[in-house]
């Protein structure tokens, strides 16, 4: 099993274990089978608990219920038989329709059954989210970071799989490093993914985003107030060491890895220096702590 782990690829791509949910040619790649398409009943289908996506909403899945109500339920769920409660099934794709198909009324919604593992399912949830542009950017960061710490997959083979460019990736997962309420409010719609960027390395991310979600500010005012050095007490020159380019982007890389705001010290004429890492919950911390013991003597974090 370790081995099938390390030879498999980024999977075998939506085509192969999904989107041909309307074809009737058989699939040949283990752990792929297929069983014919049925209508299974709403009450035995449950979500994937690892599900990359957390915010449905309401007025979509509204929207869509009246669509499924005028013309049913069109593409049909994939699902796999649930692990944990014999006899009902787990979502691998679909959850939405299935959502709006509980508003709508309807009692069974059409479905095909693949034969999948807990590593294929994951995997196949985040890379169907992202491709289709269904999850915010911060549930698309945190999808990046699961396909990478769970499956060891590196930017440059995500980008090839999923058609995006290695930057957008990594840009992505540097908006992890943003604060708690930043990032909720990039969530929200309330902030852009452009806003987000341009506040990963400003001195107080929190208090411009507030200011540009008060005042309605564009990118590139935003990109002004997170260069503009915040009102401060003066300090000794030597107490407040300006900071460069390099150590900033080091400290970006090392907060989007981490999902937590990382700050790097070095002493003026000296090699010598600390890394701080602030969390925001003790959840965060044992995240943190884990991360560290499993890559113990893996030469990476």
């Given at each position: 099993m370790?081995?099938?782990?390390?030879?498999?690829?980024?999977?075998?791509?939506?085509?192969?274990l999904?989107?041909?949910v309307?074809?009737?040619?058989?699939?040949?790649?283990?752990?792929?089978?297929?069983?014919?398409?049925?209508s299974?009943a709403?009450?035995r289908?449950r979500?994937?608990?690892?599900?990359?996506?957390?915010?449905?909403?309401?007025?979509?899945l509204?929207?869509?219920a009246?669509?499924?109500?005028?013309?049913g339920?069109?593409?049909?769920?994939?699902?796999?038989?649930?692990?944990r409660h014999?006899?009902?099934y787990?979502?691998?794709?679909?959850?939405?329709?299935?959502?709006a198909?509980?508003?709508?009324?309807?009692?069974e919604?059409?479905?095909?059954?693949?034969?999948?593992?807990?590593t294929?399912?994951?995997?196949?949830a985040?890379?169907?989210?992202?491709?289709?542009?269904d999850?915010?950017?911060i549930?698309?960061?945190?999808?990046?970071?699961?396909l990478?710490?769970?499956?060891g997959?590196?930017?440059?083979?995500?980008?090839q799989?999923?058609?995006?460019?290695?930057?957008?990736?990594?840009?992505?997962?540097?908006?992890?490093?943003?604060?708690?309420?930043?990032?909720?409010?990039?969530?929200?719609?309330?902030?852009?993914?452009?806003?987000?960027?341009?506040?990963?390395?400003?001195?107080?991310?929190?208090?411009?985003a507030?200011?540009?979600?008060?005042?309605?500010?564009?990118?590139?005012?935003?990109?002004?107030l997170?260069?503009?050095?915040?009102?401060?007490?003066?300090?000794?020159?030597?107490?407040?060491?300006?900071k460069?380019?390099d150590?900033?982007a080091?400290?970006?890389?090392?907060?989007?890895a981490?999902?937590?705001?990382?700050?790097?010290?070095?002493?003026?004429?000296s090699?010598?220096?600390?890394?701080?890492?602030?969390?925001?919950?003790?959840d965060?911390?044992?995240?943190?702590?884990?991360?560290?013991?499993?890559?113990?003597?893996?030469g990476?974090?």
């Open positions: 370790a081995d099938r782990k390390e030879k498999r690829g980024l999977g075998r791509g939506l085509s192969a999904m989107a041909d309307g074809s009737d040619a058989p699939a040949t790649e283990a752990g792929a089978e297929r069983r014919a398409d049925t299974i709403i009450e289908i979500p994937n608990p690892d599900q990359p996506r957390r915010h449905f909403r309401q007025n979509l509204d929207e869509l009246a669509s499924i109500k005028a013309r339920v069109i593409q049909p769920l994939v699902l796999r038989d649930d692990p014999p006899g009902d787990q979502i691998v794709a679909g959850e939405r329709r299935w959502r198909a509980q508003i709508a009324r309807l009692h919604v059409p479905a095909v059954v693949r034969m999948l593992d807990d294929e399912v994951l995997e196949i985040i890379i169907e989210n992202v491709q289709r542009a999850l915010d950017p549930e698309e960061g945190a999808g990046y970071r699961q990478m710490d769970k499956f997959h590196t930017q440059d083979q995500l980008a799989a999923l058609g995006k460019s290695r930057s957008h990736i990594a840009n992505t997962m540097r908006l992890l490093g943003l604060p708690q309420e930043v990032q909720d409010l990039l969530a929200s719609g309330a902030l852009s993914a452009g806003h987000a960027r341009a506040l990963i390395t400003a001195e107080d991310p929190v208090s411009i507030r200011e540009v979600v008060k005042k309605g500010l564009s990118v590139r005012q935003t990109e002004k997170a260069k503009a050095p915040p009102p401060r007490q003066p300090v000794a020159p030597d107490k407040a060491p300006v460069d380019a150590t900033r080091l400290e970006s890389d090392l907060s989007g981490l999902g937590m705001k990382v700050a790097i010290s070095t002493s003026p004429g090699e010598k220096g600390s890394v701080t890492v602030q969390f925001g919950s003790f965060q911390l044992d995240d943190l702590c884990q991360r560290l013991s499993a890559t113990r003597g893996a990476r974090i």
